[in-house]
């Protein structure tokens, strides 16, 4: 979006550079009631600091939106996290009261994978980020039901309970599922209705590609021996000797085990049907 910003405004589409270019992970951590690593990086010691890092940026972002409504009619957010930090109604609702004044609508657009495909991207990330040693086993103990990081039949009731039942539009994330096989496209027409798509780039750059079989073996013997954090700092060396092993090529290497994503993906079934009976068009990925 950051690279279509201009095509985008010229369709009356606006996007937030005051929350983050790209990614506007400061408003989830603005409505988190929880610190992570993005705090860590920012040295933010307790929920306090964290309100009065955000409260000046949250106020330049209603500002943002006030000067777009001169020449644009929609407003876009994005980011991820807005799925992994914010877990429970009175974290969604705090963004609801927040973002209720600025807009006259809002829609809610979440594109969902297997939770097996999930698991085993976050459990990617997570090691060649330094997060751990841990196995896969262990580190998706956590991948159940009950928990909405994973169970997206909770996760469509949290949202739609705060934002409305017909303010939420999922969709899976599956290539063969997506317009073009691009999600980009897909969210141009489905989430803002703009079946042309003249003057838009669709650069394709891979983008956090998941390591192989070797590169988990490599990147838990790293984070074995090297912190993720170094006196309160990115351990420039860890990342650096994880970086190059992948640029490499070697971290993509070998096969993940297809059974462990078997029996993941098992302890679904139940939500799953949940899911897709309220939401029959995501049938296909889920059943």
């Known amino acids: 979006m950051v690279e279509n910003k201009a095509a985008l405004s010229n369709q009356g589409i606006a996007i937030s550079l005051a929350l983050g270019e790209g990614n506007n992970r ?5 409505f988190q009631s929880c610190l992570d690593d993005l705090a860590r990086r920012l040295r933010l010691s307790d929920l306090n600091e964290k309100s009065a890092l955000c409260a000046p940026i949250l106020d330049a972002f209603s500002e943002e939106v006030e000067q777009a409504k001169a020449h644009h009619d929609v407003f876009v957010i994005s980011s991820e996290h807005l799925h992994s930090r914010l877990r429970n109604e009175t974290e969604i609702d705090a963004l609801h009261r927040y973002l209720s004044p600025l807009f006259s609508s809002i829609d809610v657009h979440a594109y969902l994978r297997q939770q097996a495909r999930l698991a085993q991207s976050n459990y990617s990330t997570w090691i060649e980020g330094g997060g751990g040693a841990d196995d896969l086993a262990t580190f998706t103990k956590d991948a159940q039901p009950g928990n909405p990081y994973y169970d997206y039949s909770l996760l469509a009731k949290l949202w739609t309970g705060v934002f409305g039942e017909n303010a939420f539009h999922p969709r899976l994330y599956q290539r063969q599922n997506l317009l073009g096989g ?4 897909d969210f141009l027409t489905h989430a803002l209705n703009l079946d042309h798509h003249q003057g838009f780039g669709f650069r394709t750059v891979e983008s956090n590609p ?5 590169g988990i073996t490599f990147g838990r013997g ?5 912190p993720q954090f170094l006196f309160g700092r990115r351990n420039r060396a860890r990342d650096a000797i994880m970086r190059s092993f992948v640029l490499s090529g070697l971290g993509k290497l070998g096969p993940q085990n297809p059974s ?7 302890r679904f079934q139940r939500v799953n049907g949940e899911l897709t009976r309220r939401y029959p068009w995501l049938s296909e990925g889920f059943n």
């Open 222 to 226: 790293v984070n074995l021996v090297l």
């Open 260 to 266: 462990k994503l078997d029996d993941i993906q098992v």
């Open 26 to 30: 400061i408003l989830a951590l603005a």
């Open 210 to 214: 998941s390591l192989g079989a070797l």
């Open 182 to 185: 691009d999600v980009r496209q």
